[in-house]
């Protein structure tokens, strides 16, 4: 995905809902929401409210893990949406004495969303997954309201 067809995400919202979470990504263009278990759900609301746990979570391990080979996740990609399922892409860069490696591994974007928000990096997402999705914003104004 080139720049061109990649949109950044300003913020990230999540509110319960009935067995799942529904995670809110609002770009410059349109607010998208994708529905993620209840506690990959928590996991990215601790994560965005800075929490940390007693013991490292999964995706603490894999950012310790990355860290352990020298490597980072440079940014994260929501790259598709099929049949109401999302796809996402973690794209994770090392840097060498030598030379620079980048590997673009496939995720679930619930846990490409967490694994952002704890390293601090960007999140995009692509310009035909936003033309797919319908436009959410009204609903997170609502929610908004209601807190």
């Not at 529904?22 to 209840?38: E, M, S």
């Amino acid at each position: 995905m080139n720049a061109e067809e990649a949109v950044p995400v300003q913020s990230i919202e999540v509110a319960p809902v009935q067995g799942a979470a529904a995670v809110f990504l609002v770009t410059p263009l349109k607010t998208i929401v994708i529905q993620v278990d209840p506690a990959v759900g928590e996991a990215l609301q601790s994560s965005l409210a800075g929490r940390l746990s007693e013991r490292p979570m999964s995706h603490d391990l894999m950012l310790h893990l990355l860290l352990g080979l020298e490597a980072a996740v440079s940014h994260v990609a929501v790259v598709g949406v099929k049949d109401g399922v999302f796809y996402a892409r973690v794209l994770v860069a090392q840097d060498g004495p030598v030379a620079r490696k980048v590997a673009e591994v496939d995720a679930r974007p619930s846990d490409a969303l967490v694994l952002a928000v704890k390293a601090k990096r960007p999140v995009f997402i692509a310009r035909a997954v936003l033309e797919a999705c319908e436009d959410m914003s009204a609903q997170l104004a609502k929610l908004r309201k209601q807190a």
